[in-house]
């Protein structure tokens, strides 16, 4: 159920305009082809947000795409993707890469209520979750989803405004880059994510830690819609649809075991979940115990893109 007490309520009202601004995923090629590509992601994202006018709230750095959560104006929030662009972009351009930035648009959308800044949250902190089985969306090294409600939380490193020389150029891969911001704080190469992400913000937007789990790994019907709002079909889990297939079965036919249907009522059952939650093909053939060919068959286009 949603709640929000009054506090919560006037920490979203006091932060200003806010926004989810995010880009397609690419569909041909990878932004980053090792790890060392995306901590330099990082570093370039704190260096974009220190020169900007904008708070960041929440971010994802997926392999092929990305999401960020800003607090500030339309065009300052797009004035700060300009720059974080333009960063990489110089170093692809030095690594023979320079046209990848070429399919990069960033696209945004303005965040109304509470309630849409939880979900636009949890979305963002869950994606590389969704995607991949070895991911904590509480502790991914390229996503804000570690930030909240920590009490491990270490906040050490060096000012990135101390970095000269050799150093400055590791953490920059650039030699037109002078100096840096004194609030970004660097930790074994990587600007740390505490210094340059207003996380306590966020978490005065929840009365606790408890409704911030609840609302990053609870509400299913919400991740769905912001998938399709945002083209990215994966948004859940098996373990997110658990829970809905019990609840499918109740609402629509009549029994409190799936697992029990007949064939024709786990047929049924698949085309629920794949109509109203974008299951795939897979996740259909684990949760109702229907052979994947049987799903296949039943659901053959999405069979054939998966085989491409």
């Given at each position: 159920m949603y709640y929000?007490?009054?506090?919560?309520?006037?920490?979203?009202l006091n932060s200003g305009t806010c926004f989810h601004l995010y880009t397609k995923p690419l569909e041909n090629d990878l932004y980053f082809h090792s790890e060392k590509e995306r901590r330099l992601a990082v570093n370039y994202l704190a260096i974009a947000v220190t020169e900007s006018a904008c708070k960041l709230l929440a971010y994802s750095i997926m392999t092929n795409h990305f999401h960020f959560i800003l607090s500030g104006e339309r065009e300052q929030a797009l004035l700060f993707f300009d720059r974080?662009?333009?960063l990489l972009n110089n170093y692809y351009s030095r690594h023979g890469r320079g046209c990848l930035l070429n399919q990069t648009e960033a696209r945004i959308k303005a965040i109304d209520n509470l309630k849409q800044m939880r979900n636009e949250i949890a979305y963002v902190i869950r994606n590389a979750f969704v995607v991949s089985p070895d991911v904590n969306v509480f502790a991914d090294p390229w996503s804000s989803g570690f930030l909240y409600f920590n009490p491990l939380l270490i906040l050490e490193g060096t000012p990135a405004s101390a970095l000269s020389g050799r150093a400055l150029r590791e953490f920059t891969c650039s030699r037109s880059i002078s100096a840096l911001n004194e609030g970004?704080?660097?930790k074994d190469g990587m600007a740390q994510a505490w210094s340059f992400v207003d996380y306590q913000l966020v978490m005065s937007f929840y009365d606790n830690a408890r409704q911030f789990i609840y609302a990053t790994l609870k509400n299913v019907d919400a991740q769905v819609e912001l998938s399709l709002t945002y083209?990215?079909?994966?948004?859940?889990?098996?373990?997110?649809?658990?829970p809905v297939l019990y609840k499918l079965c109740r609402e629509n036919l009549k029994t409190d075991d799936p697992f029990k249907l007949d064939l024709h009522g786990k047929q049924r059952l698949a085309v629920l979940l794949?109509?109203?939650y974008y299951a795939s093909n897979g996740q259909i053939a684990r949760l109702t115990k229907l052979p994947l060919q049987e799903v296949n068959k039943l659901f053959p286009l999405v069979a054939k893109a998966q085989i491409k």
């Open positions: 929000s007490s009054p506090p919560a309520e006037q920490a979203f974080y662009r333009q970004i704080f660097v083209g990215e079909t994966s948004s859940l889990t098996d373990e997110d649809l658990l794949k109509n109203k």
